[in-house]
C-alpha cells in the first residue's frame, strides 16, 4: 500500500491525547478542506507492503498506532493492515475525513474510529456522509473542525438531529482564537469536548520532539 510517513510522536486530538503513538499516514485523499494541513499526503508516497510497515511499528516502543491521512479507507488494503495490526495486539485509532462509509470497519471491536464531520468554512461539507454517525460506538468519536460560528451552528444542528453515542470533539481551526469556541460552547451548555490539538501548541506545523 502506499504510505506517506511513518513517525512516533505525541497524539494531539480525541479521547487519546497525550499519549504517545505511532502515526501511520497513508497517501490519498479524496476531499480538498479549505484548511486542510497535510496537504503533502495527497500524492506523496512510499509502496510499502504491510510485512514492512509491521517491522517498522515493532521497531518503536509503543502499542498505540494511528493510521491516518490522507483518507485512510481509500486503499482496500487498509483493512488488511488493521487486522495485522490487532492480531499483533496493537491499539488502533482509525482516522477517517466522514465522506466514506465506515460500516465494514465500525464492527471492528479493538478500534477507535476517529469520524471527521466536516463543516462549511472547509467547502467539503456536502460530502458528509451522515449515516455514519449510526454505527459508532460508543468507545468511538467525533470530531468537528470549527472555523466560524456558521460552523458552529452546523455542528449543533448535526448533533441534535443525529445524537450521537460517542464522545464529540468540538475543535477550532489552528491559527483561530480557542476562546471564542470556547464561550460559545459554554454559554449554550453544549455537551461536547473541546479539543486543542496539542501537538500543535507543542511544536506548530513541524513533529519535531
Known sequence: MKINEIFYSIQGEGKWTGLPNIFIRTTGCNLRCSYCDTKYAYFDGTEISIGEILKHVKSF??????????EPLLQKETYDLIDDLLKNNFKICLETNGSMNIEKISDKKSILISLDIKCPSSKMHKKNYLENISFLKKKDQIKFIIGNQDDYSYAKIVIKKYNPISDIYLQPVWGTDPKILAKWILNDNLNVNLGLQLHKILWGDTKEI
Do not use: L, Q, S
Not at 516502543?61 to 490522507?70: E, L, P, Q, R, S
Open 61 to 70: 516502543a509503543c502499542n498505540y498506532i494511528c493510521i491516518t491521512g490522507g
